[in-house]
């Protein structure tokens, strides 16, 4: 198993890596008759990598890489540049722009910290030095919190009631299954504002 491409959203001035969703996928390509091929790099087993983007408070999609079987189609308007067989992947549609209507929350990283990396699935808010959550309704950013402090302090605790050896793999009382779900997994939960 390998470390997977971080898929990523542009907000204010910055670039970050999403390192949560707290109500499901954001998008599949499958939403524009795409179908990915699986599985045809360890570090992007989903078969695509999406940047999105919040424009004028609206999140779209604005760049999507894929692998897929025979010719890309145009899509939303979109004609693909056709990737070399030696790039990462088959496609590159550049300026989507296209609406993403998703209902939740994103926790946004940026500034990993690069001792805490583990060769394996998505890594982890506390991983990273700044954290963003922004809030969405149908599509639409209705607020956004930096909780970096709250995340330092999370990583403190993990650092500190956790063993070296668990930090860069599997705790021993861990099945490998539940491991690897949790590896793969962009899932959040915040606790209610007080």
Same mark, same amino acid.
């Given at each position: =198993?390998?470390?997977?491409?971080?898929?990523?959203?542009?907000?204010?001035?910055?670039?970050?890596?999403?390192?949560?969703?707290?109500?499901?996928?954001?998008?599949?390509?499958?939403?524009?008759?795409?179908?990915?091929?699986?599985?045809?790099?360890?570090?992007?087993?989903?078969?695509?990598?999406?940047?999105?983007?919040?424009?004028?408070?609206?999140?779209?999609? &604005?760049?999507?890489?894929?692998?897929?079987?025979?010719?890309?189609?145009?899509?939303?308007?979109?004609?693909?540049?056709?990737?070399?067989?030696?790039? =990462?992947?088959?496609?590159?549609?550049?300026?989507?722009?296209?609406?993403?209507?998703?209902?939740?929350?994103?926790?946004?990283?940026?500034?990993?910290? &690069?001792?805490?990396?583990?060769? =394996?699935?998505?890594?982890?808010?506390?991983?990273?030095?700044?954290?963003?959550?922004?809030?969405?309704?149908?599509?639409?950013?209705?607020?956004?919190?930096?909780?970096?402090?709250?995340?330092?302090?999370?990583?403190?605790?993990?650092?500190?009631?956790?063993?070296?050896?668990?930090?860069?793999? =599997?705790?021993?009382?861990?099945?490998?299954?539940?491991?690897?779900? &949790?590896?793969?997994?962009?899932?959040?939960?915040?606790?209610?504002?007080?």
């Amino acid at each position: =198993m390998t470390a997977q491409f971080p898929h990523t959203i542009a907000h204010g001035t910055g670039l970050w890596d999403i390192v949560g969703l707290s109500a499901g996928d954001l998008f599949h390509p499958s939403e524009l008759g795409l179908e990915p091929v699986y599985g045809r790099n360890t570090a992007c087993w989903d078969g695509y990598l999406p940047s999105y983007e919040v424009r004028n408070g609206i999140l779209e999609l &604005q760049d999507l890489h894929i692998y897929v079987r025979g010719e890309p189609p145009v899509v939303a308007g979109v004609t693909p540049r056709r990737l070399p067989t030696t790039e =990462m992947f088959d496609a590159h549609y550049e300026g989507l722009h296209y609406r993403i209507n998703y209902t939740g929350g994103i926790l946004g990283g940026a500034g990993f910290i &690069q001792e805490l990396y583990v060769h =394996m699935g998505y890594h982890p808010a506390w991983k990273y030095s700044r954290v963003v959550e922004l809030l969405f309704n149908a599509g639409e950013l209705t607020q956004a919190h930096d909780r970096s402090r709250a995340i330092a302090e999370h990583r403190a605790h993990v650092l500190s009631t956790t063993s070296r050896d668990a930090l860069h793999g =599997m705790a021993p009382d861990t099945r490998l299954d539940a491991w690897i779900e &949790q590896a793969f997994s962009l899932t959040y939960e915040w606790p209610e504002e007080e």
